[in-house]
């Protein structure tokens, strides 16, 4: 044991409580055990002699120690008088031992004498219901050093832990549907669940291909999954509560399934390379009236983009026809050329960390969105146009002309021109 870290038991929340129910005053615990780490799980418990009953939650069975060997009664759990339990946080804080007769003698019943070559792990547990107390204890024949118990609740919503300071109300109920689930996506897709959006609707024709791998948050042992599947199969068991609907379809192709599932988003993320794509997200949703947000990086890397396209502003072909008559770049085509496929033997610039900035980026302009309509006014974001400078480059013209990594540049929104099919009524 390190002189600054003490050894940990977990107990599953449901056994402590049933524990205590009990009225008893001692059992044993059988345990995997993590001995580099100075960890155990209870894996099984009983009352004094009688049968042992297993502990197979669903988060135990998930556990790294869940597949090593258990060890019968490597432990032992007693009740005992609450004073045990403020001599342990005292010496908890000191990092102090005591002799194993203070252990004992504060024991209600039940005592069994630690083995002479070595500490055994002693669980201990005061009072019942609200003023249950618990906490462990590392016990040899010479002397007793405390220990961490931490209990787990198997069916814990994380997302609960967010709850006072953040409005998990508002996003429940919303719907975002994000078209392409590469570098960007896979890294906004699990940023907007950690925000706690209530249904998220992937949309990616695309498998998962070993040059992915590198700049998605999907592992090796996912390559040739659909990346739509696998990704719900990263999400779901970390957000039980996120609906995650998945389309394995190309937007183009598949438009009239998009159409009805536009409609029914409170917003669409299109985080896709490829000028086709983009032009046909940016019309569906105008004749859809939703939100857009477009997120990608221009320029081999050099800037990464987030484009906010509103009902009543301007769209995507609005906004490039704008750039080219102020004199300024069109970048769209550039993005035909891909950045992560890999396909037409490009050197492939952008590195990874900078295209989970733009997807994080873009997820939290997402979010901003859907909670400014829900009123709160301090989510508003500073403009409609992102631009971030990743690996800045010289001579970019204006607006494109961020000179320092890291800055981000917001402009205004821009107006529908006249002629533009997207923005003209249908
Ligand atoms: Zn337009």
């Not at 409580?17 to 615990?29: D, I, Y």
């Not at 432990?75 to 804080?93: I, K, N, S």
Request: hydrophobic share 40%; net charge negative.
């Amino acid at each position: 044991m390190g002189s600054v870290d003490f050894p940990m038991v977990i107990l599953s929340r449901e056994v402590a409580v049933r524990m205590e129910k009990w009225g008893s005053t001692w059992g044993w615990l059988d345990l995997k055990v993590d001995d580099a780490e100075g960890l155990a799980i209870v894996v099984a418990f009983s009352n004094k002699e009688k049968v042992k009953l297993p502990v197979a939650t669903a988060w135990i069975k998930s556990h790294y120690l869940w597949p090593a060997d258990a060890r019968e009664n490597a432990a032992v759990w007693y009740r005992v008088d609450p004073e045990l339990h403020l001599l342990h946080e005292a010496l908890f804080h000191r990092q102090l031992g005591v002799a194993t007769s203070e252990v004992q003698k504060a024991v209600l019943g039940g005592w069994r004498s630690p083995p002479v070559d070595r500490s055994i792990p002693v669980v201990t547990l005061s009072g019942g219901g609200e003023d249950a107390r618990w906490s462990c204890w590392w016990v040899s024949r010479e002397g007793a050093s405390p220990g961490l118990v931490h209990l787990v609740d198997d069916d814990a919503d994380l997302l609960e832990f967010l709850r006072p300071a953040w409005p998990l109300g508002d996003l429940e109920d919303a719907t975002v549907t994000m078209v392409g689930v590469g570098s960007i996506g896979s890294a906004a897709a699990e940023v907007l669940a950690s925000y706690g959006i209530g249904r998220l609707c992937l949309v990616d024709p695309q498998r998962l291909l070993q040059r992915n791998v590198v700049r998605h948050r999907l592992e090796s042992s996912q390559i040739g999954r659909h990346k739509v599947t696998a990704m719900r199969d990263r999400l779901v068991p970390r957000y039980p509560r996120l609906e995650l609907e998945i389309y394995p379809l190309d937007v183009i192709r598949d438009a009239d399934v998009m159409r009805p599932l536009f409609e029914r988003s409170d917003i669409v993320l299109g985080a896709t390379d490829g000028v086709g794509t983009r032009r046909v997200l940016n019309h569906l949703s105008r004749r859809a009236a939703v939100p857009l947000v477009l997120a990608c990086v221009l320029e081999d890397g050099a800037l990464g983009e987030v484009l906010r396209i509103r009902p009543g502003y301007g769209c995507l072909i609005c906004n490039r026809e704008a750039l080219v008559e102020e004199g300024s770049l069109d970048p769209e085509p550039d993005l035909d050329l891909g950045y992560g496929t890999g396909t037409r033997h490009l050197p492939m610039t952008a590195a990874s960390g900078d295209l989970a900035f733009i997807g994080t980026l873009a997820a939290k302009a997402v979010v901003a969105t859907l909670l400014e309509q829900k009123g709160h006014w301090a989510q508003r974001l500073p403009g409609e146009h992102g631009l971030v400078a990743l690996r800045p480059v010289p001579d970019l013209r204006s607006p494109f002309d961020l000179e320092e990594t890291g800055g981000v540049r917001w402009n205004p929104p821009w107006s529908s021109r006249s002629g533009c099919p997207s923005c003209s009524p249908a």
